[in-house]
């Protein structure tokens, strides 16, 4: 080796401790700077644990270390963000476990090299689930971009909430929303080719005929997938037989109604409905404010006009849902009794099904039309306090059950040590007035905290930038995207 080789090596050898230490000693205050971001206590606060035995602490004291709660009453560590939670109450992050999150689209012809034509900000669609303290969802229209906003939220990159995601097998005309499937055979490959791509749950849709759904739910069961879904309306007059074990959860309590379309809606279908569910270990999602807005829309689009929330939609839907709105094309007194109906026999379904023990799950449907997402979780636990559930159990519904039932339920869904921290801080009590749970004073998704001022200003410039493109969007033009 000669010398001039030597020097450089030694020298290239000494540029490489010395980025070693620059690199370390910016690690080191990247990691100070973390610890006080991700350790805080929350100093004298009531606790609703949402546990079995629905424990309440008072003026407690809770320390959030690396996303987990780490103790409750102990002491608080040095270095720590305090939050005063005098006055205030601490609930498990809510659950909306059914909804359809807007993600990119493809609104033009189909080419090999063609992707998305429209695309939606991740951020932007999460916002409002995290406004309103919805800290993880069960999207139930689940496609390959969900899993792309999923791991945006999952590294960091947007505050969003936790997804469980299924996607929808359905039969009958090709042009069918989902995949579709019309014989035992192809709808056992459709769970399978589920399965591979990465999901845990699976959707059945109500065109599926008898044999596919049953064979569905059969092979789910086989492949280690839970099935949530319809009732096909294949079952009407039958519906015992769609009560197959493994299926697991009904999407709407409309699903029961739609058994009887043209029959008496009574208090002893809606106990015949639930012994089935009870009998075969399924579960409901009531979602009650779907058909609520549905009939609001019916009657005029003004309701969706005049909701102050409507600012947080992004104008391509606000627009779709003004200008192209199917319910309210098929306007008329007969369709309003119609929905009125429904509307007074889900709540029989509610008391028959907790007169039953059928364990219920809040779900809205939110992202369809007139349903906002996050907004609409709370209109639906009123709702359910209105249909006979008590405050404990709409907030339970929200909360514990859905856990269980995405078998998460050692993660997240109570306030106790060793769970992640989504967490939501109200400044008034949910178990006094359930429309509590709407005045938040911040929320803990994941370990972070989100405070009012910061979900504020989430909010406004959400708003400012879809009054600025409200021109720029217009469902009629979708295609030119
Ligand atoms: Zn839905």
Redesign the pocket.
């Known amino acids: 080796m000669n010398n001039i080789k030597f020097l450089s090596l030694i020298f290239l050898l000494f540029s490489l401790v010395l980025i070693g230490c620059k690199e370390s000693s910016r690690n080191n205050s990247q990691q100070q700077e973390l610890q006080k971001q991700s350790l805080f206590a929350i100093e004298n606060v009531n606790i609703i644990t949402m546990t079995e035995e629905n424990s309440i602490i008072e003026n407690a004291t809770v320390v959030i270390e690396n996303k987990k709660i780490v103790s409750i009453n102990k002491i608080i560590p040095n270095n720590v963000k305090i939050i005063d939670g005098t006055g205030k109450w601490l609930i498990p992050g809510l659950i909306d476990m ?3 999150t807007n993600a990119d689209l493809n609104f033009r012809e189909n080419s090999p090299t063609q992707g998305a034509t429209f695309f939606m900000d991740t951020q932007d669609v999460m916002t409002t689930y995290i406004a309103n303290g919805v800290t993880t969802i069960f999207e ?2 689940g496609r390959v971009e969900h899993f792309g906003q999923r791991n945006e939220i999952t590294k960091g990159d947007v505050i969003g909430p936790r997804m469980a995601i299924a996607p929808m097998i359905n039969g009958g005309d090709p042009n069918n929303g989902g995949r579709i499937v019309n014989t035992a055979t192809d709808a056992r490959q459709a769970v399978r080719i589920v399965k591979a791509e990465g999901y845990n749950f699976v959707k059945a849709y109500s065109q599926l005929n008898m044999e596919s759904f049953t064979a569905l739910v059969d092979e789910a069961e086989k492949q280690g997938l839970k099935v949530v879904g319809h009732i096909p309306d294949a079952f009407k007059g039958q519906t015992e037989k769609a009560f197959i074990p493994h299926f697991g959860l009904v ?2 309590a409309e699903e029961f109604s739609k058994q009887i379309r043209n029959q008496d809606k009574t208090k002893k279908e809606a106990q015949y409905f639930a012994q089935l569910a009870k009998e075969n270990g399924t579960w409901l999602i009531p ?1 009650l404010i ?1 058909i609520v807005k549905i009939r609001d829309q019916v009657q005029s689009l003004d309701s969706i006009r005049s909701m102050k929330t409507l600012q947080y939609v992004h104008p391509l839907l606000k627009d779709k849902w003004l200008t192209s709105n199917n319910y309210n094309k098929h306007s008329s007194p007969d369709f309003l009794n119609y929905l009125d109906s429904l509307i007074t026999f889900h709540k029989e379904i509610i008391i028959a099904f907790k007169d039953a023990g059928v364990p219920m799950v809040a779900g809205t ?1 939110a992202g ?1 039309s007139g349903i906002i997402t996050g907004f609409s979780l709370h209109d639906e636990l009123e709702l359910l306090v209105d249909a006979g559930l008590t405050n404990k159990e709409a907030l339970i519904s929200a909360t514990r059950l859905p856990a269980t039932w995405l078998e998460i339920d050692d993660k997240i869904g109570t306030v106790e040590v060793g769970k992640f921290a989504d967490l939501v801080l109200l400044d008034a009590n949910p178990l006094n007035d359930i429309n509590n749970t709407r005045k938040i004073f911040g929320v803990f998704v994941n370990g972070r905290w989100i405070d009012k001022i910061k979900i504020d200003k989430m909010l406004s410039d959400l708003a400012e930038w879809n009054t600025a493109m409200k021109d720029k969007y217009t469902w009629k033009k979708r295609r030119e995207y």
């Open positions: 059914h909804v359809h139930l229209g999407a709407h979602n779907a449907d369809t």
